[in-house]
């Protein structure tokens, strides 16, 4: 894959500044060069559900596609990987920041096998739920890849499956934009980001990302 342009997210400290463009729901800046992203991303959606609300919370669906940076599917965005996910009988975009506009521009990246936290899994968007990457025992100073922007967009594409259940929790501005969740890394207040893949099975995997400046 070719690196797309500098992260759409600011990141101040440990806190997110606000955030514009992909992370707020709106299409980001495509890259100009071709990837090869392979079949996962062959039947992107053109047109998306409402299901999300202004909220953090956990989305669980049936992955469609996984669309890597820069992949010329509908709202293309050069340095965020989009997970489309089908629920309630729409498509819902997962958008995923891979690089920090500042500083050190690679995310850092881990796994986890752990349970699916209640509610059990069921197809939908969840709202008003918590999640903390300290309460599951992970902090900054240990167990983290450095990775660029395509060899964390390698990763995820990897580990996500076609056809099967996801869940992932993040957030949603709602109203016009509740085709789409972000922010999916450490936030902090309770609203941290992950990805579950598997989250049915006896072993779910669980996909964490942060930032070189977030200390927690």
Aim: charged content about 15%.
């Amino acid at each position: 894959m070719r690196r797309g342009v500098l992260a759409l997210l600011v990141l101040t400290g440990c806190e997110l500044a606000p955030a514009p463009a992909e992370d707020a729901g709106v299409e980001g800046v495509p890259d100009a060069g071709p990837v090869d992203a392979g079949h996962k991303a062959d039947a992107c959606a053109a047109t998306f559900g409402t299901a999300f609300t202004n909220a953090f919370g956990r989305a669980d669906g049936t992955v469609t596609a996984v669309v890597p940076p820069a992949w010329q599917c509908p709202l293309p965005n050069g340095d965020h990987l989009v997970i489309q996910v089908s629920i309630d009988g729409g498509v819902q975009r997962l958008v995923v920041n891979l690089q920090s506009s500042f500083g050190d521009p690679n995310v850092r990246f881990r796994t986890l096998t752990a349970p699916l936290p209640s509610p059990v899994y069921e197809e939908g968007w969840h709202p008003g739920l918590a999640l903390d990457y300290p309460s599951l025992g992970l902090h900054s100073d240990a167990g983290w890849e450095p990775l660029s922007l395509e060899q964390v967009a390698a990763r995820v594409y990897d580990a996500i499956p076609l056809g099967a259940p996801l869940s992932v929790y993040s957030t949603s501005s709602g109203g016009a934009y509740a085709a789409s969740a972000h922010l999916i890394h450490r936030n902090g207040r309770q609203n941290d980001g992950a990805i579950i893949v598997d989250p049915l099975g006896a072993n779910p995997t669980w996909l964490f990302f942060h930032f070189a400046n977030q200390a927690f």
